[in-house]
């Protein structure tokens, strides 16, 4: 019998084929089926999350096959302090989105084939430790996100959806290459994650170098970080509502992941040498994409742009390479799928009964639609770092970390903290507060709106009140990590 990680990986990819034999007519059938699968890896995310032994260094529920004997490929999966708490936001982002795709209405059956295959990408990337089979997911993801994106997008969704497939075939390829190399350099030979990491020390400097600049190039591409953004906002804008959730909730978390899977472990060295220039980055995140955000009129665009910022604090927090910085990194992660994709949930209650995104077009939204209001003023708070919400926690001891190690680049991130306060508040102001437009009367959030975005803010709650509910299980994970640095 499979494990309960190998489950959970290909679950989603079993629920594909069963779609496959439904006849595209029967679009509940499909919807139910998907829901029913993709709620299944999610219990098994929370049994994995149950039985989580947070005394025990290292991977748990590790299973290791060989696959390709020739190559010395092996089938290696596994889960630890890093990786549990991204399959979990994952597996509940995805049935999240899912019930969000209510709103699909052409090619039901096709559009659910790729959701499903896009879900076992993504939950493989996190628990791959093979660098092939990494890869191999990696790559996963880039052929279902292109056609959800292309097919069931805005009016420039073609343009939105190669940008977004040529961008991330780049980083993929120069990742290859360096797979390749790792595997040439290190003596034994091996793919094999966890090997790696006591090996790498073998690796030189200069070469260390030079694999960490090609993985990082990868990773940045996905993460986004500046210059490699600009497919993002392009590819938020044009996707339907549930893509960009998990676009933003999980997508982006995949280059953020890559550093502290591969990065920190493997390059030590490397990461030293170039710690200033990752948080100089990282500050140029933060503010570059509150001040873009500022410029918006679109209200997707906006939050897109915010993602920007808002990744900024995950790079300061590698950056730092200490506990509070990586700790901080990690939690960040967690925060920032769980808030944006709420965020980009209510955005598309808003347009789907405006059928706009304009910002010009809101106003006045708090007295016709109470019950959005609450919802969108919540999440916009955890969003500017509200105290008592956890987008408070992650950006925090973020910022703490690299102010012990590189302090003038933790004063410059003040700039970026203030920026994006004055962001939401105004989004706060312009959409729910003021004189309602003329004529502008629209339904409240539905029953199925409100349990969509309704566990996120529970969870939101939690962990801003009680943020060891997530720092205990990645402690003794980045206590490991920082031993390498």
Request: glycine residues 10%; hydrophobic residues 60%.
């Amino acid at each position: 019998m499979p494990s309960i990680l190998t489950l959970i990986i290909f679950l989603p990819l079993v629920g594909a084929l069963a779609i496959a034999f439904i006849p595209s007519g029967r679009e509940k059938a499909i919807r139910l089926t998907a829901f029913a699968f993709n709620a299944a890896v999610l219990a098994l995310a929370g049994i994995i999350v149950g039985r989580f032994d947070r005394s025990v260094p290292g991977i748990q529920f590790l299973e290791h096959h060989l696959w390709i004997p020739q190559a010395g490929i092996h089938y290696t999966v596994g889960i630890d302090g890093i990786s549990l708490g991204l399959v979990f936001l994952t597996a509940l982002l995805g049935v999240i989105a899912g019930l969000a795709s209510n709103g699909i209405k052409t090619r039901v059956k096709e559009y659910f084939l790729f959701y499903q295959i896009l879900m076992t990408g993504m939950l493989g990337t996190f628990l791959a430790l093979d660098l092939v089979v990494f890869y191999i997911f990696w790559e996963t993801v880039l052929i279902p996100m292109f056609f959800l994106i292309g097919i069931w997008g805005g009016p420039r969704r073609e343009y939105a959806a190669w940008k977004f497939f040529f961008y991330t075939l780049a980083g993929s390829v120069v990742m290859l290459l360096a797979i390749l190399a790792i595997f040439i350099f290190i003596k034994p030979h091996t793919f094999n994650m966890i090997a790696l990491k006591q090996l790498a020390p073998q690796l030189t400097g200069n070469i260390q170098n030079i694999l960490f600049l090609m993985f990082f190039f990868a990773f940045a591409i996905k993460i986004p970080v500046f210059p490699f953004h600009t497919w993002l906002p392009d590819a938020h804008v044009e996707a339907p509502t549930p893509v960009s959730v998990l676009l933003a909730g999980v997508l982006l978390k995949m280059g953020t992941y890559g550093l502290l899977r591969v990065c920190v472990p493997y390059f030590p060295l490397a990461m030293q040498t170039f710690a200033w220039s990752l948080g100089f980055l990282g500050v140029i995140n933060l503010i570059y994409g509150a001040c873009a955000a500022f410029a918006q009129t679109d209200f997707k665009k906006m939050i897109a742009y915010s993602s920007v910022s808002h990744m900024g604090f995950v790079l300061l927090g590698v950056a730092a390479m200490n506990s509070a910085g990586l700790n901080g990194s990690l939690l960040e992660m967690f925060n920032h799928g769980i808030i944006t994709g709420a965020m980009f949930l209510l955005v598309g209650v808003i347009y789907d009964r405006a059928h706009t995104r304009e910002l010009s077009a809101f106003g006045g939204l708090s007295t016709s639609m109470p019950r959005y209001a609450f919802f969108l003023t919540f999440m916009a708070l955890a969003s500017l770092g509200l105290p008592g919400l956890s987008g408070f926690v992650g950006e925090f001891l973020s910022i703490v970390g690299v102010f012990s190690t590189l302090p003038a680049l933790a004063v410059f991130s003040a700039i970026g903290l203030i920026a994006v306060v004055a962001l939401f508040l105004i989004v706060i102001k312009k959409v729910l507060w003021g004189r309602a437009k003329e004529g502008v009367i629209w339904p409240d959030m539905t029953g199925i709106e409100i349990a969509a975005v309704l566990p996120l803010v529970v969870i939101t709650l939690a962990v801003g009140f009680y943020p060891e509910v997530i720092l205990k299980f990645q402690k003794t994970a980045i206590d490991i990590l920082v031993n390498f640095i």
